[in-house]
């Protein structure tokens, strides 16, 4: 059941598809406080759990830190982050005694003080109206269930999009991207998208490629006939330069935010001064999107949507301001006080959140500054973004991801989750996250494998792709600077090449499974104490997940070791994979186990009465929809009678034999 709270929630989001008519009851189980913040406060119990919160860093019972909902680009994603480039207002309180889920419907901050000030207590406030959903259920899938009903469908991208993809922040030619082709196919090693960066952008020109690109469509074929698909990069800023047509074209429109003055707002982005396109008016949203013909025409039909929380390297106004600061201070002898306001001043240019005070969109007919609406940016941009690929990108349908999002855009993209690093625990912390994400709805996702910042080694990129076999988005992107990580530029050719054919040899499950939750708002990645309910053994494991119906992960998460704990709720097959065609099986009982997982190899556990269909020899992501299917039975009453797979930009639902 689900009621609805109203805490004058001044701009409707866009979040829900149900409307659901408000109570006046009392918001249950909290003591709610109204002082200059709307303040929820409950005692917790000594075995309260809290799941949710989508994009956030440590464990997935979220009991015991600070999170604020602020879409933020901060690359440094440590354990004290309150917030990432994600606002993913959804939680489940497991209070023992009482299960409910909490929505807060808001483009506005929201605080969640989850044991963090006080260790037995929960207070979520926040200082701008929001509508409250409180969800019962019986269980927390039951709750999430009816979460995401009420949000709507995940977006579905195409096959292609579960293909293999390479990236890197630094390509930036023909030439580079030809020469990742030919290196991976001269080792017949998979791959089958390849990402252009800003680098291979005209001077960071959205919607553009630079020169040696030559004649775009034919370099396009030319990619094609690898049956690679290009994903270039659209940035949320334009550049001002008046011999833009895209920038002077919007200028002419009125389709910029904009300061006090009615001007377009100058902030900095890659290209320097940059315009944020005004997404909130629907108007100038539409217009945005449109400029994606310019790749359609190419060919191209899959972006990914960045650096629109949006990030503001700097403000022309701030920038300003801090010049005179500094010019007015020259040859003065300064108080460290005043020193410090310098320097803070200048490493306080970036994303200073001050700024969303300053410039302004048109909203619904109104002009609204920025900071009532700031989490909700980049929803406009990916909503009209998909609306417009959905009806002009042809027959393989469309493949759009952003970086920063909040509930609703779920329906209309995919994400990844940002800058992380190669380190060991951003592969954990990426494992761990997939959960939370599926909670608010994102299904197609995923991080940068092997790390985007820092330099990667070959055993982290090796046991981050065992994990990352099963992500729907799975592509390996490294930021320029770094040691390459290319699975074709380490060592252990032979074995990339064969974990990456597992990819192809998984599919039919990884496709059934995306498209079993997305169509019963279930999850892809579940944590085992959602499941087994009355197993004391499962209540605090966070580094073993279920994944569809039918498996149990567990990737080696550390260095320097081939052993781990597992633990398994019911009796399984563990099935052992060096490639599509070496897999071998063996039956675990219930119980404690340390299992060895080798660096060339990929295991999981298939748990009883299942079964995992399995293709093998595909050549590349289209040509496992030609394989025969086989089955991997544990036991012989199997689910598999029906399974979903792919049917043009869709899916269908097809009967398979059991052999
Ligand atoms: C941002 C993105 C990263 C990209 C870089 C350059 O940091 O998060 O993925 O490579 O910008 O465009």
């Known amino acids: ?174 030439d580079d991207i030809l020469r990742i082709i030919n290196d991976y196919e001269k080792l017949d090693m998979p791959l089958d998208l390849i990402y252009m960066d800003i680098d291979c952008l005209d001077n960071f020109k959205d919607f553009t490629l630079n020169e040696t690109f030559g004649n775009p469509k034919q370099f396009v074929d030319e990619v094609k006939s690898h049956n690679i698909y290009l994903v270039p990069i659209v940035d949320a800023a334009l550049k001002v330069d008046d011999s833009y047509p895209v920038y002077t074209e919007g200028k002419k429109l009125g389709h910029y935010a904009f300061g006090k003055d009615g001007n377009p707002y100058v902030v900095g982005v890659w290209p320097g001064d940059s315009v944020l396109p005004d997404f909130f008016n629907e108007e100038a949203s539409k217009w945005f999107a449109s400029k994606y013909q310019f790749y359609l025409d190419i060919g191209i039909t899959s972006f990914w949507n960045d650096m629109n929380e949006p990030v503001l390297f700097y403000t022309k106004d701030r920038v300003q301001s801090m010049l005179n600061l500094a010019a007015d201070s020259r040859g003065k002898n300064l108080p460290l006080t005043e020193y410090h306001k310098v320097l803070n001043g200048f490493a306080g240019l970036q994303n200073n959140e001050d700024d969303y005070n300053y410039f302004f969109h048109h909203f619904n007919g109104e002009v609204v500054s920025h900071k009532y609406l700031h989490n909700y940016y980049s929803y406009y941009m990916v909503k009209e973004t998909s609306n417009y690929l959905k009806e002009n990108s042809g027959d393989e349908g469309f493949l759009l991801f952003s970086r920063s999002s909040c509930i609703g855009s779920h329906r209309y993209s995919g994400i990844w989750t940002g800058d992380n690093a190669s380190w060991w625990e951003h592969l954990l912390l990426n494992f761990k996250m997939m959960p939370s994400l599926n909670m608010c709805g994102y299904l197609y996702s995923g991080a940068d494998l092997g790390g985007f910042g820092k330099n990667s080694t070959e055993d982290l990129v090796l046991r981050w792709l065992a994990f990352g076999l099963f992500s729907p988005l799975l592509r390996n992107h490294s930021s320029c600077g770094t040691k390459l990580q290319e699975f074709c530029y380490l060592k252990r050719k032979d074995v990339f090449r064969n974990l990456l054919k597992i990819r192809y040899a998984l599919m039919p499950y990884i496709y059934h499974s995306f498209v079993s939750a997305r169509e019963n708002n279930s999850l892809l990645f579940t944590p085992l104490n959602f499941v087994y309910k009355n197993d004391e053994n499962v209540n605090e494991i966070e580094d073993e997940l279920l994944f569809g119906d039918s498996l149990i992960l567990a990737p080696i998460f550390q260095q320097n070791t081939n052993k781990r704990y597992v633990y398994l709720p019911e009796n399984c097959m563990q099935i052992t994979m060096k490639s599509d065609t070496d897999i071998s099986c063996s039956k675990v009982e219930k119980g404690h186990h340390i299992i060895n997982v080798n660096l060339d190899e990929v295991t999981f556990f298939l748990l009883e009465g299942h079964s995992i269909p399995l293709t093998k020899n595909a050549k590349n992501i289209n040509d496992v929809k030609s394989k025969e299917i086989n089955f991997i039975n544990n036991e012989d009453k199997s689910l598999f009678k029906e399974i979903f797979v792919p049917k043009g930009k869709s899916f269908e639902l097809k009967k398979v034999e059991l052999k």
């Open 1 to 174: 059941m689900i009621s609805r709270y109203d805490f004058s929630l001044k701009f409707n989001s866009g979040a829900v598809v149900k409307e659901i008519p408000f109570s006046t009851a009392k918001v249950p189980y909290f003591a709610v406080k109204k002082a200059e913040e709307i303040q929820f406060s409950l005692q917790m119990s000594n075995n309260c759990k809290i799941y949710g919160l989508g994009e956030n860093v440590r464990g997935i019972n979220k009991r015991g830190h600070l999170y604020i909902s602020n879409n933020t680009d901060d690359p440094t994603i440590t354990e004290d982050r309150v917030s990432l480039y994600a606002s993913h207002n959804f939680l489940i309180i497991n209070n023992v005694k009482e299960m409910f889920g909490l929505f807060f419907d808001t483009p506005n901050k929201v605080k969640y003080d989850l044991g963090y000030s006080d260790i037995d207590e929960i207070n979520i406030s926040s200082p701008l109206g929001f509508e409250l959903y409180v969800i019962e259920g019986k269980s927390e899938l039951d709750i999430i269930k009816q979460f995401r009903e009420l949000i709507g469908k995940s977006y579905l991208p195409p096959y292609y999009s579960f293909g293999v993809g390479q990236s890197r922040w630094g390509y930036s030619c023909k």
